[in-house]
């Protein structure tokens, strides 16, 4: 990784809502769990390409709340590095499960979680329903239930 830089931002750094909102739909949902996690960046050059925060669920579970990257560096690897961040970090910290939630019409981001090593667990029903003010919308299909994932960082 030798060209990007990856930093945890400080607690009392401004929040980079502009990219969290490219993976969730509004400021107030993000405010529901941003700060009790910790945000990373993701850089190149003097670019701040992507993000990602993380929740401690338990002393055993390490939760990716949002993961984002610019849409002019997607489908380069960007999210498969961050990923793997996510269990490096995990790891040193010795959790024992990262998990991940995304929309049941989120079929890309479930490939993708899939590819690296996640596996479907559970779903949350109804959760973009009884969560969001508005109906949202993604592939054409309104945004219903959350489809949880998991990887054993054991394994």
Excluded at 61 to 75: C, D, F, M, P, T
Excluded at 110 to 123: C, L, P, Q, S, V
Aim: charged share 30%; glycine share 4%.
């Amino acid at each position: 990784m030798e060209k990007y830089t990856f930093n945890r931002i400080e607690k009392d750094s401004e929040i980079p809502y502009t990219l969290l909102l490219l993976a969730d739909e509004t400021i107030e949902a993000i405010d529901q769990y941003i700060f009790k996690c910790d945000i990373y960046l993701l850089w190149y050059r003097t670019e701040n390409i992507a993000v990602m925060a993380l929740y401690k669920n338990s002393d055993t579970e390490l939760e990716i709340k949002n993961i984002a990257v610019i849409e002019s560096y997607r489908s380069k690897g960007i999210g498969s590095i961050l990923i793997d961040k996510a269990k490096e970090i995990a790891r040193e910290s010795h959790y024992e499960v990262l998990n991940v939630g995304t929309s049941d019409t989120g079929f890309q981001q479930i490939r993708f979680y899939e590819k690296n090593g996640f596996m479907k667990m559970g779903i949350r029903k109804d959760f973009f329903i009884e969560n969001y003010p508005s109906p949202i919308y993604e592939n054409g299909l309104q945004m219903r239930d959350m489809i949880l994932l998991t990887h054993h960082l054991t394994e």
